[in-house]
């Protein structure tokens, strides 16, 4: 069993930034024998990609509306993955969930939240105007 827990949410100015973190731990969990990820969930919307990185961190794909502003990274030796979150947009107000599953290559990332085995419970990001 693998237990993800994100931090880092808050309420900031639209163009500031947050950095969010998701620490991850189990029995018999390696870290960097999985691939992240970064979803966010709007009021009344569907769960959506943000971010995805490989167990590598040699490969990451972000969505659309956050290249360019978003950054996914890990500490394997921390059993951490992070999003630093740049130039934010009150569009971007949302809970923020991290995910993982367990890959055999250090290239492969997923985009699709049904590719993901756990989630954390997630954390508040508010955009303000």
């Known amino acids: 069993q693998v237990q993800l827990v994100e931090s880092g949410g808050g309420l900031v100015q639209a163009g500031g930034s947050l950095k969010l973190s998701c620490a991850a731990s189990g029995r018999t969990f390696t870290f960097s024998n999985y691939a992240m990820g970064w979803f966010h969930q709007a009021p009344g919307k569907e769960r959506e990609f943000v971010a995805a990185?490989?167990?590598?961190?040699?490969?990451?794909e972000y969505a659309d509306s956050v290249k360019g502003r978003f950054t996914i990274s890990r500490g394997n030796a921390k059993n951490t993955v992070y999003l630093q979150m740049d130039s934010l947009k009150p569009e971007d107000t949302a809970v923020y969930y991290c995910a993982a599953r367990g890959v055999g290559s250090g290239t492969t990332y997923y985009t699709s939240k049904g590719s993901y085995d756990y989630w954390g419970q997630g954390t508040q990001v508010t955009v303000s105007s």
């Open positions: 990185i490989s167990w590598s961190g040699g490969s990451t």
